[in-house]
Structures are given as structure tokens and as C-alpha cells.
């Protein structure tokens, strides 16, 4: 069992949801450019505006993610991935390869264990 203090559970306890790793993936499409909220939320399909901004405010808290508020009324507000949230791309763009590749033969295994009235 992994300690509670090592790194790895640490990092994945922080950026193991899907929002988050969503998040990273919309961003780093744009790097080094920014991109305002609500072209964040439309490039996320299904995730709310609360869900959006506690991604986002973990993100930032972590240095992950850079915020700017321009002072307009309303305040306009653009984020981007800092240098450290752009070295995360690689091994989350390396997990979902994996994942395109890997899960259909999961969800087999799945319906397997789950016997022959799932098939």
C-alpha cells in the first residue's frame, strides 16, 4: 500500500479526476496562449460551472495553471498552463494512449466477469 506521504498518491489524489485531466488537455492545446472561462466550460462537455471553477482554483493553488483577471465589467478571466502544468501534458497524453488502446479490452474482461446476462 502506498504511503499517504509519497508523491505519486500525492499527485494522483490532485489530478486524478477526469475534470481535471480535461482541463490540462483544453489548456495545453492552446499553449502558450490563454483561454477565457467560458470557452473553457464549451470545450469540456458535460462538466458545470462550479465543477469548472474548483478544477480551475486547485490548478492555480498547485501551479499548475496561471490566472489573469483583466479589470473590465464584468472581469474578464484567462487562464493558461504554467511551465510545471505543461510538463504534466506528456504523461496524461501518455495515460489516455494507453487508455484508447487498453479499455475495450477492460470493458471485455468486465462483461466476462460480470457473466453471460451482460454480454
Excluded at 490540462?24 to 499553449?31: G, S, T
Excluded at 462483461?111 to 453471460?116: E, I, K, N, T, Y
Aim: aromatic share 4%; proline share 8%; net charge positive.
Amino acid at each position: 500500500m502506498l504511503n499517504p506521504l509519497c508523491p505519486t498518491r500525492r499527485l494522483l489524489d490532485r489530478i486524478g479526476t477526469k475534470w481535471t485531466s480535461m482541463a490540462v488537455k483544453v489548456l495545453a492545446e492552446e499553449a502558450p496562449d490563454e483561454l477565457r472561462f467560458a470557452e473553457l466550460r464549451r470545450r469540456i462537455p458535460g462538466i458545470s460551472q462550479k465543477m469548472l471553477s474548483v478544477t480551475l482554483q486547485s490548478l492555480v493553488r498547485d501551479g499548475l495553471v496561471a490566472r489573469r483577471v483583466e479589470p473590465t465589467v464584468p472581469p474578464a478571466v484567462h487562464y493558461r498552463l504554467t511551465d510545471l502544468g505543461l510538463s504534466l501534458e506528456g504523461p496524461l497524453s501518455a495515460l489516455r494512449h494507453w487508455a484508447e488502446t487498453h479499455m475495450s479490452l477492460i470493458d471485455h474482461h468486465n462483461r466476462l466477469a460480470d457473466g453471460p446476462s451482460s454480454a
